[in-house]
C-alpha cells in the first residue's frame, strides 16, 4: 500500500466514482471495505492519518456491551454480539479471546451478574465464544494473584473479544485497496462540490504534503468522519443543528505487575456507575474509560486530572496494590462520536450507542453514532443508502464473510507482537534476512525492530514518526517516556526510506514532541 500509487490512481480515474467516503476512521474505512467488495467504484480520503482519532483510542475490547444489556438496549446488544463472533471469525490476526472476571464483594453480586452473562452467553448463539461461570474465591485468587483479597467472595468468569484497533484499522484499508478502492490519508475535503440543482456531485480536496488541490467527481459522498461530522455537515447545510455530543473516554496503561495473568478485570459499577476494566494488552495493561462531556471535538483530547484519579482510585480499589501516577507508562483520550439525544440534561452513559445513516436534502449521507465493534453493520447500512442516492446497480453485501487482509489463523496473537502484520509478517521476517541490520531492536519493551520501521514506510502509507510510534506500532500508546528515546532513530530511518533532509528530522521530533506530551501526565499534579 503507498501513497504514490494511490495518487497516480486518482488521477488517472474518468469519470465520477461512485462512493467518495470522507474519514479514515472504523467506520469510513469499513464503507470504503463495503463498497469496493461489492465492485463500486470506490475512494476514501483522510484529513490527518488513518484512524488518527477515536479509532486508535478505544478500550481495545471488540464486545456486545455487558453494559448495555444492564440499560436494557437488547438490540444494541444482539448486534454486537454477532458483529463480535463476525470480528474474531474474520480478522483472527487481530481478534482474540479474552476471559474477564467480575470480582464479587457482595454476596449477592455472584447469583445477579451469574444469571446475567447467563442471558449474555444466549444471546450469542452459534457465534459464541465460551461461557460465563461462577468462581470460587479461591479460582478468583488463582487467576488474578493480584486482587484484594479483602472481601472477597468470589467472582464470575465471561468471555469477549480484545484487539489492536489502529492495526485493525490499517488492515481495513489494505482489504479496501485489494478490492481497487482508492484509500489517501492526509487529504482534506475543503469544499463539497452541488450541481444546478444544488445535489452533491462531488468534492474538492487538497493533498496536505504537495498543497495541490484536485476536483473529484462522485455519484455519492459519505460523510463519516466521527465526531467531527458537524463540520462536514455544515460544508453542505451552513445552519444546521450540530448533532454530535463528544464524550470523552481516557484510558492508563501500566505495567504488567498489575494483572500478571492472561485474565482481564471487569467492574460492571463503579461509584458513579460506570463500567471499569483492567485489560493484558501488548503485555501492558490498560485501565479505563471514563464517560466526560465535551463541548467541541479537538483531534488531540487531553485527560483531565479529575479523569486520571477517578481511574486510579478504582483501580486501586480492586487491586492489591494501589496504582499511581508513577506507575502510567501512558494516558490516552478518545472521543466517542455520540449522537445528540432529543432530550437534555442526559448524562453521556446513558446516551444511546446506536449508530444513524441521514441523508440531506442535497444527497449528502451521514453516519454517526456506532462504536468499533459494530462497524461492519454501520458500513453496510450506510452502503445500501449510498446505492438508492447514487442510483447505482444493486449488489449485496459480502463483507460477513469476508476475511480482512492477513487473514492467518496460525498466529498466536497472545504470545506473538508480529501477529498484527497476518501473512505480511512472513514477508516482514524476509526483509529481515535480506538486511539483517533490520533485526535489531529500537526498543525491547514496546516492542520494535527497525524492520518494521522500514515496512511502515515501504508498505502501510506511513509519512510522519507519529503514524509509526503511535498506530504501525503501539509504542506511544504503551510507553510514552520510552517512545520519545527511540524518536530520533525511527526518524532517521523514516528520512532515510522518504528521501527526507535533517530539517524534516528535526520538525518531525519537534511535533512527535508535542503530541507525546497528550499521553504522559504530571507526577507532580
Known amino acids: 500500500m503507498k501513497r504514490e500509487k494511490m495518487l497516480k490512481r486518482l488521477k488517472k480515474e474518468k469519470g465520477p466514482w461512485d462512493i467518495v467516503v470522507i474519514g479514515g476512521g472504523a467506520t469510513g474505512l469499513g464503507i470504503a471495505v463495503d463498497a469496493a467488495s461489492r465492485g463500486y467504484k470506490t475512494l476514501l480520503l483522510e484529513q490527518h492519518d488513518f484512524a488518527k482519532g477515536t479509532s486508535s483510542r478505544s478500550t481495545k475490547l471488540v464486545h456486545g456491551g455487558v453494559r448495555y444489556l444492564q440499560q436494557g438496549d437488547i438490540s444494541l446488544v444482539l448486534e454486537a454480539l454477532k458483529e463480535r463472533g463476525l470480528m474474531i471469525k474474520n480478522a483472527p490476526h487481530l481478534v482474540k479471546n479474552q476471559a474477564f472476571i467480575i470480582p464479587n464483594y457482595e454476596w449477592w453480586d455472584g447469583p445477579f451478574y451469574q444469571v446475567g452473562l447467563k442471558v449474555y452467553d444466549l444471546m450469542s448463539g452459534k457465534l459464541g465464544i465460551g461461557s460465563s461461570k461462577k468462581l470460587s474465591k479461591e479460582e478468583t485468587i488463582e487467576h488474578i494473584p493480584t486482587i484484594d483479597e479483602k472481601g472477597l467472595k468470589g467472582g464470575v468468569v465471561y468471555y469477549d473479544g480484545q484487539f489492536d484497533d489502529a492495526r485493525m484499522a490499517l488492515s481495513l484499508a ?51 468522519t466521527g465526531v467531527f461530522a458537524d463540520r462536514i455537515k455544515k460544508m453542505d447545510e451552513p445552519d ?128 454517526i453514532g456506532g462504536k468499533w465493534t459494530t462497524y461492519r453493520k454501520m458500513a453496510e447500512d450506510t452502503v445500501d443508502n449510498a446505492i438508492l442516492i447514487g442510483a447505482l446497480p444493486e449488489r449485496k453485501c459480502i463483507t460477513s464473510n469476508l476475511p480482512i487482509y492477513g487473514y492467518d489463523q496460525n498466529l498466536d496473537i497472545t504470545t506473538d507482537h508480529l501477529a498484527v502484520y497476518g501473512t505480511e509478517k512472513y514477508q516482514l521476517l524476509e526483509l529481515e534476512e535480506e538486511e539483517p541490520a533490520l533485526a535489531e531492536f529500537l526498543s525491547e519493551d514496546i516492542p520494535l525492530r527497525k524492520s518494521q520501521v522500514v515496512w511502515a514506510v515501504r508498505n502501510e502509507m506511513a509519512r510522519t514518526v507519529e503514524d509509526v510510534l503511535a498506530r504501525r506500532v503501539r509504542g506511544l500508546f504503551l510507553n510514552a517516556e520510552e517512545s520519545l528515546r527511540i524518536a530520533p532513530e525511527v526518524a532517521s530511518i523514516m528520512a532515510a526510506e522518504l528521501n527526507k533532509e535533517k530539517d524534516w528530522v528535526e520538525d518531525q521530533l519537534a511535533s512527535f514532541k508535542e503530541v507525546a506530551a497528550h499521553y504522559t501526565i504530571d507526577v507532580g499534579y
Not at 179 to 184: H, M, S, T, Y
Not at 194 to 218: P, Q, R
Not at 256 to 262: R, S, T, Y
Open 240 to 367: 444546521v443543528k450540530e448533532m454530535i455530543q463528544p464524550s470523552q473516554g481516557i484510558h492508563l496503561v501500566v505495567s504488567k505487575e498489575f494483572l500478571p495473568d492472561k485474565y482481564a478485570i471487569m467492574v460492571p459499577q463503579t461509584k458513579d456507575g460506570r463500567v471499569m476494566f483492567a485489560v493484558p494488552w501488548h503485555d501492558k495493561v490498560v485501565l479505563g474509560t471514563t464517560d466526560t462531556m465535551k463541548e467541541r471535538p479537538e483531534l488531540e483530547p487531553e485527560a483531565l486530572p479529575s479523569e486520571v484519579d477517578f481511574i486510579l482510585e478504582t483501580a486501586g480499589q480492586y487491586l492489591a496494590k494501589q496504582p499511581t501516577r508513577e506507575d502510567v507508562l501512558a494516558v490516552f483520550s478518545g472521543l466517542r462520536p455520540l449522537a445528540k439525544p432529543e432530550g437534555e440534561g442526559k448524562s453521556t452513559k446513558e446516551i444511546s450507542r446506536h449508530h444513524k445513516v441521514m441523508i440531506s436534502q442535497s444527497g449528502l449521507i451521514t453516519i
Open 174 to 224: 489494505k482489504t479496501a485497496k485489494q478490492f481497487n478502492a482508492v484509500v489517501l490519508n492526509y487529504f482534506e475535503v475543503i469544499e463539497l462540490k452541488k450541481n444546478e440543482e444544488d445535489i452533491i456531485s462531488g468534492v474538492k480536496a487538497k493533498d496536505l504534503e504537495s498543497g495541490k488541490v484536485h476536483n473529484i467527481e462522485a455519484k455519492t459522498v459519505i460523510n463519516a
